[in-house]
């Protein structure tokens, strides 16, 4: 398949696994999950059909791992908007963690921390490179560097997603540093 259409596969999929399954229709179980044909008849009802060979493709060859499909049906992994309850464990995180993020939205999370804005959580990457990644999608990238360590041991809860991603509620401003900057 071509690289193009499967990212408009998986920018489908995204949308409605994750912020507005009701605009095709479809209804989320409390963890997120929709069979796979339900989804597969709904995207076709609605003018977007994708072959199940397609959307094995974007599921299994998708680089971020953003879906999961077990038992005939499929859900996103993270980055939901609506609610849904992953049953994701608490996990202990590396000591650090960082977040791409761009300067304009800097004086704003240093001041009240970074925030889930629209999602559940607060996304955290396990590197500086996935870091850069997630900033540039808006700009010149900006790192912030988290404290991980501390904020488990004051009592934050940390889980992982099934894609490596690291989810907590809230990151308070002192667990964070610009990188570069001491
Ligand atoms: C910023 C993509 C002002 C935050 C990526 C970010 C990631 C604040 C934006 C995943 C703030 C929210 C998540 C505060 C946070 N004031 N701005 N207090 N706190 N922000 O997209 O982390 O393609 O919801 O820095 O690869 O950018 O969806 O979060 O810029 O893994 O699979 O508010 O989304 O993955 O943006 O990205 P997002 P994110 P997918």
């Given at each position: 398949m071509q690289q193009k259409r499967l990212v408009r596969i998986s920018k489908y999929l995204a949308k409605h696994l994750?912020?507005?399954?009701?605009?095709?229709?479809i209804h989320l179980d409390a963890h997120g999950w929709v069979a796979v044909d339900t989804l597969l008849s709904a995207a076709a009802a609605h003018g977007f059909p994708i072959t199940r060979e397609e959307l094995d493709e974007v599921v299994g060859g998708n680089d971020k791992r953003r879906y999961t499909v077990e038992d005939g049906l499929i859900r996103a992994n993270q980055g939901h908007s609506?609610?849904?309850?992953?049953d994701l464990e608490s996990a202990v995180p590396p000591a650090l963690l960082y977040h791409g993020t761009v300067g304009r939205f800097l004086p704003s999370i240093l001041t009240e921390g970074l925030r889930p804005m629209a999602r559940h959580h607060v996304h955290l990457s396990p590197d500086v490179e996935t870091a850069t990644k997630v900033g540039s999608r808006r700009g010149a990238p900006v790192i912030l560097t988290v404290d991980a360590a501390a904020m488990h041991a004051g009592g934050h809860v940390f889980h992982r997603s099934a894609n490596g991603v690291w989810l907590t509620a809230h990151v308070p401003p002192p667990y964070l540093r610009v990188r570069g900057i001491s």
């Open positions: 994750r912020h507005e399954p009701e605009r095709i229709g609506v609610e849904v309850d992953l």
